[in-house]
């Protein structure tokens, strides 16, 4: 499978952000195609983390160098490259 270098992993997410919160942050470095926090499908909570597809791997990368470590909504954010999902 292809490793999509735009889109990051992002850990750590507050239970109180929401999609528009990350694509907000996430815009402030580059251009967002997507933003997604992953929800649980039974009570549809946040599972606390989520995904943003940058425009281009070298916004991705200064999303990865500017974000990583920073604060939203009062958690400490986690940004890095996402890995392909592996059949387990």
């Known amino acids: 499978m292809e490793e999509n270098k735009n889109k990051l992993f992002v850990g750590g997410i507050s239970f109180d952000s929401t999609e528009d919160s ?5 815009s402030t470095v580059g251009t967002v195609e997507s933003a997604v926090i992953i929800t649980d499908k039974m009570s549809g909570r946040s599972k606390g983390f989520g995904f943003v597809e940058m425009g281009s791997e070298e916004e991705a990368q200064k999303a990865i ?19 392909p999902k592996v059949d387990r």
């Open 22 to 26: 990350l694509r907000d942050l996430f």
């Open 65 to 83: 160098a500017e974000l990583d470590g920073k604060d939203l909504d009062g958690r400490t954010i986690a940004v890095n490259v996402a890995r």
